[in-house]
């Protein structure tokens, strides 16, 4: 297993009471699964995802990765387990405007002691595993949004995650784009051995999971 989570509840104040979004979920996933998570609107997707990520810390529960506890109380491991070990790729894609894609993931490389061209090379070289070894100097702007949403996932891989959580990742795309981002997905699983987290409304999407879970209130209704 590359994560298990025991028990896990996150618990928000709304104006209407309180609401266990996640509520008591236990789950394990396995190193180099695709899981995909589906459920309705307001079902605890995303904060299962952020949970999962070391985003967000759950009210009660234990997180473990690779059979090692994390201390969910210490902000330091906890930025380092990001860090060291988890991508994460939005539905909106999250880049920075005033940066081209080569850049939006060069500023995300953790790289000591190496030059600007090296890290450059290497910002390249994921902009081509994606596709877009063309259109490395423009600006998110001046791109597609499949195009934006595969620099996104380049920038995801730039540390070499064990660990690709990817919220939604074609809700904003057609779906022969959706189906071009989901087939970069599959292939890193397969090639890379990234154990991918994918949350997603749609059907079609879901089977690319070899794992699948469907959450109602926080709850896991089968898998
Ligand atoms: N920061 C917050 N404060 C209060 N309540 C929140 C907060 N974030 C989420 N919630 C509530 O927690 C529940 C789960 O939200 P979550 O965003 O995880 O759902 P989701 O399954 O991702 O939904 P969607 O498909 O719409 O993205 C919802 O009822 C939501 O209103
Ligand atoms: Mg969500």
Known sequence: MIVQVNNLTKTYLR??????AVDNLTLDIPKGSFV?????????????????????????GKMFYDGKEIDLHDEDELAKF?????????????????????ENIMIALNVKNSNKSTIRKRANELLKWVGLEDRTTHYPKELSAGQQQRVAIARALANNPDLLLADEPTGNLDP?????????????????????????????A????????HLNKGKILSD
């Open 15 to 20: 104006h209407d009471g309180y609401i266990n």
């Open 82 to 102: 990001r860090s060291n070990h988890v991508g994460f790729v939005m539905q909106s894609f999250a880049l920075i405007p005033y940066l081209t894609a080569v």
């Open 176 to 204: 022969s784009l959706s189906e071009e981002i989901l087939s970069i997905l599959k292939e890193i699983n397969q090639k890379h051995n990234t154990t991918v987290v994918m949350v997603t409304h749609s059907p079609m």
């Open 206 to 213: 879901a089977e690319y999971g070899n794992t699948r879970i």
């Open 36 to 60: 995909t998570i589906t459920g309705a609107s307001g079902s605890g997707k995303t904060t299962l995802l952020l949970i999962l990520g070391g985003l967000l810390r759950p009210t009660s």
